[in-house]
């Protein structure tokens, strides 16, 4: 009997394998219990968030998945509560170095287009909130998304209104060394942006806000086709939603976070593959 080629499932979670082995290191610490490694730890985290699932959904398909199991050499299954302490104790700096690894696996270009959306923080269904009127306040992600292959290289979550020109300098400032061209909306229009880009050797094309003829002018002078390539922001923010859900499931504020960070990492495994 001929062998099984392996699922794209598999293949993902062989390289979330690979990148948690580059990132961290076997265990947290030479206290720690030697049960579960970290690179298991965070492939289970990845999946949990490729599946949209919850914890326990997750370990009870893992039962009938022998060979996604033993791709990361798991003789026992955690129990919940073992993998959501998990998640807890990795910091964040770890799921951005891990981000930042994903990004080397896809073929970018350096152009990059930067956009918000807005995530739900509760699942609770529409028809239940507005009967109890409630009012759960959206987290707002902004991507860094490469226009090439999609990857997202960096991104900014807060759960404020903040302008989007007041976002954009923590981002160019990150990812000056990958990015040769930004592409941004009127929302991005801010002459302190547009310096900020060319003093870290990146070329702005930012739409301004029609105010006068002279913008106006401005405007119909920019390379359409290399702007247009911003709409793989909203083919990248559709893709998040609809893959890995439009909520997100931790209730703190700093897990919501991590959670969104890791939804990133996921998207740029499954586009490598």
């Known amino acids: 009997m001929e062998a099984l080629p392996k699922s794209r499932l598999l293949q993902f979670v062989e390289q979330a394998m690979h990148l948690a ?15 579960y490694t970290l690179h298991q ?18 370990l009870d398909e893992l039962i009938e998945m022998p060979r996604i199991r033993k791709a990361i050499d798991l003789d026992e299954l955690p129990s919940p509560s073992t993998l959501c ?12 170095v891990l981000l930042n690894l994903s990004v080397t696996l ?6 990059v287009g930067i956009d918000a959306s807005g995530f739900d923080r509760s699942h609770a269904s529409k028809h239940y909130t507005k009967r109890t009127k409630l009012t759960i306040q ?11 292959a999609n990857a997202i290289l960096d991104l900014h979550v807060t759960t404020t209104r903040k302008h ?3 976002i954009a300098p923590s981002l160019i400032k990150r990812n000056a060394g990958n990015v040769s061209i930004h592409l941004g909306d009127k929302g991005y229009d801010d002459q302190k942006v547009r310096a900020l880009a060319r003093d870290t050797g990146v070329r702005p094309l930012i739409k301004h ?19 247009g390539q911003r709409s793989q922001n909203e083919t990248v923010n559709s893709s998040l939603k609809r893959k890995y859900g439009a909520f997100v499931r931790s209730r703190h504020w700093w897990k919501q976070f991590r959670e969104l960070v890791v939804g990133c990492l996921t998207h740029n495994i499954d586009k490598s593959l």
């Open 21 to 35: 082995r580059r990132a961290v290191t076997r265990y947290s610490s030479r206290f720690s219990k030697r049960r």
């Open 41 to 58: 730890h965070i492939v289970l985290l990845c999946l949990k968030v490729r599946k949209n699932t919850t914890y326990r959904t997750l």
């Open 85 to 96: 302490k998990a998640f807890n104790r990795l910091d964040m700096a770890v799921w951005r």
């Open 106 to 111: 896809l073929p970018t270009n350096g152009v």
């Open 138 to 148: 959206q987290l707002k992600v902004t991507l860094h998304v490469d226009t090439r």
């Open 164 to 166: 989007d020109s007041q």
């Open 209 to 227: 806000r029609e105010f006068s003829s002279l913008h106006k002018a401005w405007n119909a002078r920019l390379d359409a086709d290399l702007y």
